[in-house]
């Protein structure tokens, strides 16, 4: 093994190490990690190789290196972006079509909508109330309609209780419409979505898990039909790793 391959192993070992200590320590975003000099004494590694395993974990979005005299590792709370890159690379590596995407988001999105009727907070209810409020006010603003419909799928993901359904949701929503690729929302169709979210709301107000399901089924199947019926040659098409948003 070459001596740059040997460091970059170790690199991944300290910052495993660092990842570790972190949920000992119970540290939250926002905190400092110890100074170099420290971690140099309690990892035993050269400088070189814990810069490596510290711009692992900036990569990967754990923390920030915030420069100065009173600077250092800062933790970060690591959102979907990284994970969404990596998962559209991989898609790509393999020809993945859209089609894969439309499939994962039919049979994972009713699921979930079925556990955040169960869990979901008034908070979030009141939050999913503000983004079709957003997109009645905008329903002329693609851009802006399209932003609070995220933010109506990622709130019900992230209310399901389910760490993992949330980062998995949250990893694909800036892909999941369609436009990085082509696809377009006429007025009618955004209106249809606005009233296909306002069910979906009432559903989750009343904690019903089967309504829930049913209306976020019903949502995401018309949204496939449009997709296959409008642009289909758009299902078809291998989303590039460089079009995905960061």
Known sequence: MSTSNKRTKTAVFVAQRIVRDIGRDLLAPGDLLPPERTMLENYDVGRGTLREALRLLEFQGVIALKPGPRGGPVLLDPDATHLASTVVLLMQMKKAPFQTIVEVRSALEPMISCLAAERITDESLRELGSTIDQMR??????SVFLEA???FHDTIAWSSGNTLFGYMLDSLLGIMDGTVIGIDYPTHRRSAIITAHQEILEALSKRDPQESERH???HIDAYTRYAQRKYPEVLTQV????STPR
């Not at 989303?239 to 460089?242: C, T, Y």
């Open 216 to 218: 976020m089924r019903e």
């Open 137 to 142: 006010d905008n329903l002329d603003d693609q």
């Open 239 to 242: 989303i590039d790793w460089d």
């Open 149 to 151: 419909n995220k933010r």
